[in-house]
């Protein structure tokens, strides 16, 4: 049931172009929102602004630089007078055996995913505190957060930082009336999963580890981000709330065999959330 839970309010969405980004500015937008998105995917900004019209704002931001993250939250004040909530999606996965990764590559894994919803988290909790309203923000994290995936081990590792990042950003700023919070999906079609959910052995393996023996949809994990940015989660801060499917009751595939086995390499680094 679609509500009009953020009527009259502003939102910025990093990744908000494509998967679950993408899905979390269609519910914002049909609940009533107006909403800034944040994202490198030029093409994916541009069909955005068709679907959507004067409801959002787009805008190319490479969450790896700090000055296009405050140029976001100040657009959602030029362009829409205020900012209400917030939904870092952003995230990069990198695959392959620990011993095999390079030291970029790692870089560049902890720099979208973790890295950025730190900075991300600053400047949005900047501009509640200058407005002097309360807020919301949401941090997308993952399963790999408590149920680490072999051959993930920078994103295993960049996830856990997430949703320590948010029970302390929700520590220091509920003085402020803000709230932060995180939902930790399991394998959703995505993207940046085409590798996993592309693999008919790989695919099949993880429905087998899912109770409700599916990939996550992305307006799953739009309807579980958007519940904690309402005012229905007055009370809620510094949680992770996982929603997949029920995987973290059972446990993951066993993917660098599974590649191996299917005689392909694990992508080295995914693209982005």
Same mark, same amino acid.
């Given at each position: 049931?679609?509500?009009?839970?953020?009527?009259?309010?502003?939102?910025?969405?990093?990744?908000?172009?494509?998967?679950?980004?993408?899905?979390?500015?269609?519910?914002?937008?049909?609940?009533?929102?107006?909403?800034?998105?944040?994202?490198?995917?030029?093409?994916?900004?541009?069909?955005?602004?068709?679907?959507?019209?004067?409801?959002?704002?787009?805008?190319?931001?490479?969450?790896?630089?700090?000055?296009? &993250?405050?140029?976001?939250?100040?657009?959602?004040?030029?362009?829409?007078?205020?900012?209400?909530?917030?939904?870092?999606?952003?995230?990069?996965?990198?695959?392959?055996?620990?011993?095999?990764?390079?030291?970029?590559?790692?870089?560049?894994?902890?720099?979208?995913?973790?890295?950025?919803?730190?900075?991300?988290?600053?400047?949005?909790?900047?501009?509640?505190?200058?407005?002097?309203?309360?807020?919301?923000?949401?941090?997308?994290? *993952?399963?790999?957060?408590?149920?680490?995936?072999?051959?993930?081990? *920078?994103?295993?590792?960049?996830?856990?930082?997430?949703? *320590?990042?948010?029970?302390?950003?929700?520590?220091?700023?509920?003085?402020?009336?803000?709230?932060?919070?995180?939902?930790?999906?399991?394998?959703?079609?995505?993207?940046?999963?085409? *590798?996993?959910?592309?693999?008919?052995?790989?695919?099949?393996?993880?429905?087998?580890?899912?109770?409700?023996?599916?990939?996550?949809?992305?307006?799953? &994990?739009?309807?579980?981000?958007?519940?904690?940015?309402?005012?229905?989660?007055?009370?809620?801060?510094?949680?992770?709330?996982?929603?997949?499917?029920?995987?973290?009751?059972?446990?993951?595939?066993?993917?660098?065999?599974?590649?191996?086995?299917?005689?392909?390499?694990?992508?080295?680094?995914?693209?982005?959330?």
């Amino acid at each position: 049931m679609i509500t009009n839970r953020f009527a009259g309010r502003v939102a910025v969405v990093t990744a908000g172009a494509s998967g679950i980004g993408l899905g979390i500015v269609r519910r914002l937008v049909a609940e009533g929102a107006r909403v800034v998105i944040g994202d490198i995917d030029k093409e994916g900004l541009k069909r955005a602004a068709e679907e959507f019209g004067t409801h959002v704002t787009p805008l190319h931001t490479d969450v790896r630089q700090e000055a296009d &993250i405050a140029a976001m939250v100040e657009t959602a004040v030029t362009s829409f007078g205020r900012l209400d909530c917030a939904f870092n999606v952003a995230g990069m996965g990198g695959g392959g055996p620990v011993l095999g990764l390079s030291a970029e590559e790692i870089d560049a894994v902890l720099s979208v995913t973790l890295r950025s919803t730190f900075l991300c988290i600053k400047h949005e909790a900047s501009q509640f505190i200058a407005q002097g309203s309360d807020g919301a923000i949401v941090n997308i994290a *993952s399963i790999n957060a408590i149920q680490p995936a072999e051959g993930s081990a *920078s994103y295993n590792a960049a996830k856990a930082g997430v949703v *320590s990042l948010t029970q302390s950003a929700a520590l220091e700023l509920g003085e402020h009336g803000i709230r932060v919070n995180a939902v930790g999906p399991g394998l959703v079609g995505t993207p940046m999963t085409r *590798s996993l959910t592309g693999n008919p052995a790989i695919a099949q393996a993880y429905r087998d580890a899912t109770p409700l023996q599916r990939p996550g949809r992305p307006e799953d &994990i739009a309807g579980a981000a958007t519940f904690l940015g309402s005012d229905d989660a007055a009370w809620t801060t510094g949680q992770t709330l996982y929603v997949d499917g029920g995987q973290t009751v059972t446990g993951y595939p066993r993917l660098l065999r599974l590649f191996e086995q299917s005689n392909m390499k694990m992508p080295k680094i995914a693209d982005q959330d």
